[in-house]
């Protein structure tokens, strides 16, 4: 049973353009979504997180957009750089991140072409 | 300040033997969180331990898995008479508290079981 699905197992996109990466969820206790990015041979690092009492986060290149009632969210990467080839996770918790552990989608793996 | 330490990085072991896998958390993080990740597959909860104790360990095989974070040194998790399908990368995440902190991941431990 998926509770977080990440339906694309990769995505292709030019340097300097959008990237946009997809996440639902099944479970509604879920009240704390991040994305973390892993490099091949290296552990997932944190990326962006959001509350469920937002919809929308920002951080430099990076926005993360939730939609509760599709439950939904999004990561926005603009513009895109070389260095964001990686895969994606996309990852839920029920008590606000940390706690209970997380559950993780299957990822999603970037890349950027020149 | 050192990230969150896993040790080994990789790791062999015949079937029916032992593994023991540890990770020394961040410092100042009392909360210890254990994932494992199979080929093409998303990061599964394990275990979430804070010093002495075990929170939850909803994501652990019943059998042959055990999860300590004593008092003193590192977190281990420890397989019993490993089998092939134990073979993944598992990893650890530190965190300073429960509720909305992020989680800090080590690189990683890959298991490989001939």
């Known amino acids: 049973d998926q509770q977080v699905k990440q339906n694309s197992p990769s995505l292709s996109v030019q340097e300097g353009r959008i990237s946009i990466l997809n996440c639902d969820y099944t479970?509604?206790?879920?009240?704390?979504f991040l994305w973390y990015k892993k490099y091949p041979a290296e552990g997932p690092t944190f990326l962006i997180s959001i509350s469920s009492i937002k919809d929308k986060n920002e951080d430099g290149r990076f926005t993360v957009f939730l939609n509760k009632s599709a439950k939904h969210l999004s990561l926005h990467i603009v513009p895109s750089q070389p260095g964001d080839s990686a895969v994606y996770f996309c990852a839920a918790s029920r008590a606000g991140g940390g706690a209970d552990g997380l559950t993780f989608g299957k990822g999603t793996h970037l890349i950027i072409q020149p | 300040n050192a990230g969150v330490m896993q040790n080994p990085r990789h790791l062999v072991r015949r079937r029916g033997q032992e593994a023991r896998l540890r990770c020394s958390p961040m410092?100042?993080?009392?909360?210890v969180y254990w994932y494992r990740q199979l080929p093409e597959e998303g990061l599964k909860f394990m275990v979430y331990?804070?010093?002495?104790?075990?929170?939850?360990e909803s994501g652990m095989p019943k059998e042959r898995f055990s999860a300590e974070f004593p008092k003193e040194g590192p977190s281990i998790l420890r397989i019993q008479q490993v089998v092939r399908g134990d073979s993944a990368a598992y990893f650890c995440?530190?965190?300073?508290?429960?509720?909305?902190?992020?989680?800090?991941f080590g690189q990683g431990t890959r298991l490989t079981v001939v």
């Open positions: 479970n509604s206790m879920f009240d704390y």
């Open positions: 410092k100042g993080h009392s909360h």
């Open positions: 995440a530190s965190s300073q508290a429960g509720g909305s902190t992020e989680a800090f």
């Open positions: 331990l804070q010093k002495e104790n075990i929170i939850d």
